[in-house]
C-alpha cells in the first residue's frame, strides 16, 4: 500500500515558547556595559577575532567565530561570517522560539547596535533582527557577477576576502529607509536566524554601513536551483535522484515547521543546489511564524491568503483561507515531486480562478463536509455545483506506486490530509528501492539556474534579432521553462515595492539595481578574468565512469523533454466549466471578476501586515471594473474566454509576423490581461 502519511496531524511541527522579550532587556543591559574596539580580523578562518572588549575584564568577548553549539556547521566546514556574539551572550540575544511580531528593542540596545556599526534607521526599526551581531563590511568582499533578480533584491556573486569563500550577496534596498520594507526585511532575517539546517539555505552574516539605504544578506553561494536544473536539456533525473532532491527539501521543510516557520512559497527556483547536489530551501521572503495546532489557548491571528506562486498554491489559500498552517507547504511539495516525475510544471494557472478550477480538476472538489466546516471565504462563488472526481492515479499513472501514493497524500485538496514532512520522510516512498541517492552520488552539473536559462535564451533570442522588447522576451523565457510568472505572488509584494518607488519617484528601483556604479558601492570589484572554475562549482567532471552514472543507467527516466517547454496555453480555463460554480454571492461575483479580469494596478491589496497577521478586515483592491458591477459569473467568464481566444489569434498573427515561437500566445495573453 501506499505511505502512511494521509491522517496526519502537524503533531511534530510544535514548537516550544521560549524567552521573552525580558531576556533581551537583560542582555541589551548586559551590552550597556561593553565598548567596542576595532581590530582586523585574519584571513583564514578559525583564528579570526573581531575583538570587542569588556572594559572591566579586557576579555575579547565577541569574536568572528563558529557558533559553538553548531556541529553541523563546523562538520561542513563552513567558516564563520558573522561577528556575533559569544555563546552565552549570543543565547541570550536569540530571537524568541516562538516569536510572531517584531518587536522593537530598547534604547540601550539600539544604542549598542548603533555604536557596532548599524546604522541607526536599522536599529530602530529592525532591532531585533540585528541583535548580537555586528556588520560586515563591504570591502571586505570582492563582487563579482549579477546572478540573480528577485522581486525586491539583487543577487550577486562574490568573494569572502576573509574566508576566500564564494557567497551570494543578496541586496536590499530601501526607498528613504521605508519602515514597513524595513520590517519586510527584519522578518525575513529573524526568521533565517531562526533557522540552522543542511537543508535550510544558512544566513552568514549582514553588510551594511551606516550611510547607505541598503543592506546585503550573505549567503553560501549555490550553482544551481532545482527548476533550472530541471529543465536543461540532456538532464534526466532518475527515480533516485528524485528521491534525493525530495528527502533533502522535507528534511529542510520538517526543520522550518518544527521552528514554527511556514516557508509560504516552495518552489522548484527557490530550492537550490550546490555542484554537491546538496539542496538549501532559499528565499524566505513570503516566510512567517505560525501556531501550531496545540497553541489552542492563544488567540490565532490570521494569515494572508496571498501568498505562495500560483502554480503550487493550494486550494484553501486560493478560497480566502487565513487560518492555515504546514499544509500550505506540504501542497507545494507535492506539486514539486509530480512535476520532477511529470518533466513540467502539473498545473499552470494563469489567474487565481484557473489555478482553482485545475486544482478541482485534477484532485476533485473538497466535500461537503468541508465546505461547511472551513467557512472559506470565497466559498459561496467556488463551490461547484457538481463536485469534480479526483483523477491523480489516472494522469500520474506511470508513477512507481510508492511515488504516486506520496502525491496522492500531498495533494489532498483537503489540508487535514495532506500529513506533515516528518510522515511523509517516513512513507513507502522512501522505504523501497531504488533508495535516494547519496547527493555526492549524482552527475555534477554545469552550473545553471533558471535565471541562466532566462539570460541565455535571452541572449539566444537577441542574437537571431527578433526585436521582441524585453519584458516579452522575459515572459517568453519564463514561460518556455515553464517557471511561474514572478507576479503569481507579487500581491503582496507590489506593494512593499510600491511603497519604496513611492517614496523615491525620480528613479524606479530596477533602474537603481541595474545601475552597475551604484550597486557597486563600497565592494572591491573583481578584476575582468575568465575561468569561474576555480571558485569550486559545477565542472562536468567524467562523471560518466562514476558508480551513480551506472545506477542512473539502470534507472528509468522520468523526465520527459518535450514536456519541459512552455506549459502551452490552452482554452480550457476556468470559463469552460463555469457552470459548476453555484453562484451565490454577487459581491464576490463582482469581487472575483474583477480579479480575473484586472490585474491589481493600484493595489494595496488584501496584505498581511508585517507582524505577521492578516488585516483584520477581507480587503482587495481593484484598478476599476472591467465588467460592469451585477454581471453574472457565466457571462463573466465567457467573456473571459472571449478575451483569451482573442488574444491567441492575436498572437498566432503576432507569430506569423514576427516568426516568433509559440510561447507568444502566452505572452499576448498576459498582454491583453496587462501584465
Ligand atoms: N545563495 C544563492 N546562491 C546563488 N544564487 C542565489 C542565492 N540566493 C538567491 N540566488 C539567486 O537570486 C535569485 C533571487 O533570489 P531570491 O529568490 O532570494 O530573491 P527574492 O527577491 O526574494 O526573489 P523572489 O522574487 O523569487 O521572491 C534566485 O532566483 C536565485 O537564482
Redesign the pocket.
Known amino acids: 500500500m501506499g505511505c502512511n502519511c494521509s491522517k496526519g496531524t502537524p503533531a511534530n511541527d510544535t514548537v516550544k515558547e521560549t524567552r521573552s522579550n525580558a531576556n533581551i532587556d537583560k542582555a541589551s543591559k548586559k551590552k550597556k556595559k561593553k565598548s567596542f574596539t576595532s581590530s582586523k580580523a585574519n584571513v583564514g578562518g578559525s583564528e579570526e577575532r573581531a575583538s570587542f572588549i569588556n572594559s572591566n575584564s579586557k576579555e575579547a568577548t565577541l569574536g568572528l567565530l563558529i557558533p559553538s553549539d553548531d556541529a553541523e556547521t563546523k562538520k561542513s566546514s563552513r567558516s564563520v561570517f558573522q561577528r556575533q556574539l559569544t555563546t552565552e551572550t549570543r543565547a541570550l540575544l536569540q530571537p524568541p522560539k516562538m516569536m510572531t511580531r517584531i518587536s522593537s528593542v530598547s534604547n540601550g540596545e539600539r544604542g549598542a547596535q548603533v555604536v557596532a556599526g548599524w546604522p541607526s534607521w536599522l536599529a530602530s526599526v529592525a532591532g531585533e533582527a540585528i541583535n548580537g551581531w555586528i556588520p560586515r563590511k563591504a570591502d571586505s568582499f570582492e563582487r563579482m557577477e549579477k546572478?540573480?533578480?528577485?522581486?525586491?533584491?539583487?543577487?550577486y556573486?562574490a568573494r569572502d576576502l576573509e574566508t576566500n569563500q564564494i557567497?551570494?550577496l543578496?541586496k536590499?534596498r530601501f526607498a528613504n529607509m521605508d519602515p514597513e520594507s524595513v520590517r519586510f526585511m527584519a522578518r525575513?532575517i529573524i526568521i533565517l536566524r531562526r533557522l540552522d539546517h543542511p537543508n535550510v539555505?544558512k544566513l552568514q552574516g549582514l553588510i551594511t554601513s551606516k550611510a547607505s539605504g541598503s543592506m546585503y544578506?550573505v549567503?553560501?553561494?549555490?550553482?544551481h536551483?532545482l527548476s533550472?536544473l530541471a529543465s536543461t536539456p540532456g538532464v534526466n533525473f532518475s527515480e533516485a535522484q528524485i528521491k534525493c532532491y525530495m528527502k533533502q527539501l522535507l528534511r529542510g521543510l520538517e526543520h522550518c515547521h518544527t521552528r514554527g516557520v511556514l516557508h509560504r512559497?516552495i518552489?522548484g527556483?527557490?530550492l537550490?543546489l550546490d555542484s554537491d547536489n546538496n539542496l538549501?530551501i532559499?528565499?524566505?521572503?513570503?516566510a512567517n511564524f505560525y501556531y501550531g495546532d496545540h497553541h489552542h489557548q492563544k488567540k490565532k491571528e490570521p494569515l494572508t491568503s496571498r501568498v505562495v506562486?500560483l502554480w503550487y498554491r493550494p486550494p484553501e489559500l486560493l478560497l480566502g483561507s487565513t487560518d492555515y498552517g504546514v499544509t500550505v507547504d506540504m501542497w507545494s511539495t507535492g506539486c514539486i515531486l509530480a512535476e520532477l516525475f511529470n518533466g513540467k510544471p502539473i498545473m499552470p494557472g494563469r489567474t487565481e480562478v484557473e489555478q482553482l478550477h485545475k486544482i478541482f480538476k485534477l484532485c476533485g472538489s473538497p466535500s461537503e463536509a468541508y465546505w461547511k466546516r472551513s467557512k472559506l471565504s470565497h466559498a459561496t462563488v467556488f463551490k461547484p455545483q457538481k463536485p469534480y472526481e479526483r483523477c491523480v492515479a489516472e494522469t500520474f499513472k506511470s508513477l512507481p506506486s510508492s511515488a504516486l501514493a506520496l502525491v496522492e497524500v500531498l495533494l489532498a485538496v483537503e489540508p487535514e490530509g495532506r500529513g506533515t514532512t516528518t510522515l511523509a520522510l517516513q512513507s513507502e516512498f522512501f522505504a523501497t528501492k531504488p533508495f535516494a541517492s547519496d547527493p555526492s552520488s549524482l552527475p555534477k552539473y554545469q552550473p545553471k539556474?533558471?535565471?541562466?536559462v532566462k539570460l541565455r535564451e535571452e541572449e539566444a533570442r537577441r542574437k537571431k534579432g527578433t526585436g521582441s522588447k524585453q519584458n516579452e522576451s522575459k515572459q517568453v523565457s519564463r514561460e518556455s521553462k515553464a517557471v511561474p510568472a514572478?507576479d503569481a505572488?507579487?500581491e503582496l509584494?507590489t506593494s512593499i515595492q510600491k511603497k519604496r518607488q513611492g517614496q523615491n519617484n525620480q528613479t524606479s528601483m530596477s533602474e537603481k539595481f541595474n545601475n552597475p556604479n551604484e550597486d557597486a558601492a563600497g565592494f572591491l570589484i573583481e578584476p575582468l578574468k575568465s575561468g569561474t572554475g576555480q571558485n569550486g562549482y559545477g565542472v562536468s567532471s567524467g562523471s560518466g565512469r562514476s558508480p551513480a552514472r551506472k545506477e542512473l543507467r539502470g534507472q528509468r527516466s522520468f523526465v520527459q523533454r518535450g514536456a519541459a517547454q512552455l506549459a502551452k496555453f490552452s482554452n480550457s480555463v476556468a470559463a469552460r466549466d463555469a457552470s459548476h460554480f453555484a453562484i451565490a454571492n454577487p459581491r464576490w461575483l463582482e469581487d472575483w471578476s474583477q480579479r480575473l479580469l484586472v490585474k491589481p494596478k493600484d493595489s494595496t491589496e488584501h496584505k498581511e501586515s508585517i507582524l505577521g497577521h492578516g488585516d483584520k478586515t477581507e480587503r482587495m483592491n481593484y484598478s476599476g471594473p472591467l465588467v460592469s458591477a451585477g454581471g453574472n459569473l457565466d457571462q463573466m467568464l465567457k467573456e473571459h474566454e472571449r478575451q483569451i481566444q482573442v488574444a491567441v489569434r492575436k498572437a498566432r498573427v503576432d507569430k506569423k509576423t514576427n516568426n516568433r515561437d509559440d510561447h507568444g500566445q502566452t505572452q499576448a495573453f498576459l498582454a491583453a490581461h496587462g501584465r
Open positions: 546572478i540573480g533578480q528577485g522581486t525586491y533584491s539583487s543577487v556573486k557567497v551570494a543578496k536590499v525575513e539555505m544578506l549567503f553560501e553561494y549555490m550553482a536551483d533550472g512559497d518552489k527556483s527557490n537550490l538549501k532559499a528565499d524566505f521572503g513570503l506562486t539556474k533558471e535565471t541562466d514572478p505572488n507579487a509584494l
